[in-house]
């Protein structure tokens, strides 16, 4: 519910205003001057000021400036009974929404203060413009024919028309955010904002002002009142990425929004109610940070009410070919390149690499060769992938006992086939009965492990 503040002299007018806009669903506060208007405004957070321009100990234009100072984005209107063209542009230069002369039709200033609503909106989610401009809005679609992916795509479909928290797990690159634009997308708070922020990017200090707002003098240099990101993402979605990295004072700031629906600005005493949808995401175990004392146990669970875990690129190496065809029809649009397509052998390359990166990697790396491709094909130099040759699987750094196992299994059955293939002078018939599995089989090891004989 929209709050407005009414700053009239007359009484009538202020009962008038305040029934009018009660009527239409705003929540109401009323002042008979403008000092008394100003002490409202520093207590209580207010979407529209409508102001009379000539009032005691303090006239509508300095309102309007006051009000300014106190929240630049605040949409002010100026009425008056004494309009003259000047003090109308005055009152716009001053950052005035609009200029009503009275007497004004109600349905009119109804229009009005709709308008200047919608426009506040506007410019709280202006800081979000060149995030959501960095991207193609068809990019959001997830891609990918594995059963790991289709199940994940499962489990967003069912989650998203409910107001749950969700916790997106997987490794940097896995594509979290776009799982967590999906969830948003697919929700009933679609037409609401979407605010990601990253909590591993911003200092610490620094991290509570960006997520909750701060007062004018909160701290050294704060000349203003501040919106955070939870007041921006009113109505609609915010998602935490590498929620892990918050302080613990942080994490029960965070505890308490997400109890209560409520919290107070960096310096403020009032308490400002939020409704938002909360996405978090982790690249690591949450629950050994439990256990480090780093992250307390009683926000996890608040957090992980629909866990989601987001599978890496070498555990969906069937998805490559798709993610790689759509990232170069990106670039080539993007750069403005004539289409182009992938040779068998890099694709093959794309195939081998165990992707320690994941899809973002991947994306990378078709950017890049994007850029260095002059012709038609896309070829195996044009990707910066550091393997010696196509035949090698990279093991990325930790790897777990399991995955060396499984790499040593492959390389022992590719070293046997090719060995027995020599000795059979590439009879693959032979070769079958000697390694006693079905011709079919051969030829599915033939072709896992691109080997032409």
């Not at 929004?257 to 175990?285: H, M, P, Y």
Request: proline share 3%; aromatic share 6%; with cysteine.
């Amino acid at each position: 519910m929209s709050s407005v503040l009414v700053i009239d002299d007359k009484e009538s007018v202020r009962q008038m205003l305040s029934k009018t806009l009660e009527s239409e669903g705003y929540e109401v506060d009323v002042a008979p001057d403008g000092m008394d208007g100003l002490r409202k405004a520093k207590e209580k957070r207010f979407d529209l000021v409508l102001t009379d321009l000539k009032l005691p100990r303090m006239d509508g234009l300095e309102v309007l400036s006051s009000m300014k100072e106190l929240d630049p984005d605040i949409a002010v209107i100026v009425m008056t009974a004494y309009g003259t063209i000047e003090t109308a542009v005055q009152a716009i230069k001053q950052g005035a929404f609009d200029y009503l002369a009275k007497p004004f039709d109600p349905d009119h200033l109804n229009f009005l203060i709709k308008r200047a609503l919608e426009n506040r909106r506007l410019l709280a989610e202006n800081v979000l413009l060149r995030e959501e401009l960095a991207h193609n809005m068809g990019y959001y679609e997830i891609i990918g024919k594995s059963q790991k992916i289709k199940e994940v795509s499962r489990l967003i479909k069912k989650v998203s028309p409910s107001d749950s928290t969700v916790l997106l797990l997987g490794e940097s690159g896995t594509g979290k955010e776009l799982f967590a634009r999906a969830i948003h997308s697919l929700s009933n708070r679609k037409d609401g904002p979407y605010v990601a922020i990253n909590c591993a990017a911003i200092p610490r200090e620094l991290l509570e002002n960006e997520l909750f707002g701060s007062e004018k003098g909160a701290y050294t240099g704060s000349v203003t009142r501040k919106m955070g990101k939870f007041e921006i993402a009113e109505g609609g979605t915010i998602f935490l990425d590498e929620v892990g990295d918050l302080d613990i004072a942080l994490q029960a700031k965070l505890l308490r929004v997400l109890q209560e629906k409520r919290f107070e600005r960096l310096g403020g005493t009032k308490t400002i109610s939020v409704d938002v949808r909360l996405i978090a995401a982790s690249n690591f175990d949450l629950k050994k940070a439990i256990e480090k004392k780093t992250f307390r146990e009683d926000l996890y669970y608040r957090l992980s009410v629909f866990p989601v875990s987001i599978p890496p690129l070498r555990e969906r190496r069937e998805d490559i070919p798709e993610l790689a065809n759509h990232f170069i029809n990106k670039y080539c649009h993007e750069m403005k390149k004539t289409p182009k397509n992938i040779s068998r052998e890099a694709m093959k390359l794309l195939e081998k690499y165990h992707w320690p990166g994941n899809v973002r990697e991947l994306e990378n790396t078709i950017e890049r060769a994007i850029i260095l491709c002059e012709g038609k094909k896309v070829l195996p130099e044009h990707l910066a992938i550091r393997i010696q040759n196509t035949n090698e699987i990279r093991l990325r750094e930790g790897a777990g006992l399991k995955e060396v196992a499984q790499h040593a299994q492959a390389e022992a059955e590719k070293a046997l086939i090719v060995r027995v293939l020599n000795e059979t002078r590439g009879n693959k018939r032979k070769t079958a009965e000697i390694l006693k599995i079905d011709y079919t089989t051969l030829f599915d090891k033939l072709k896992k492990y691109n080997i032409e004989y």
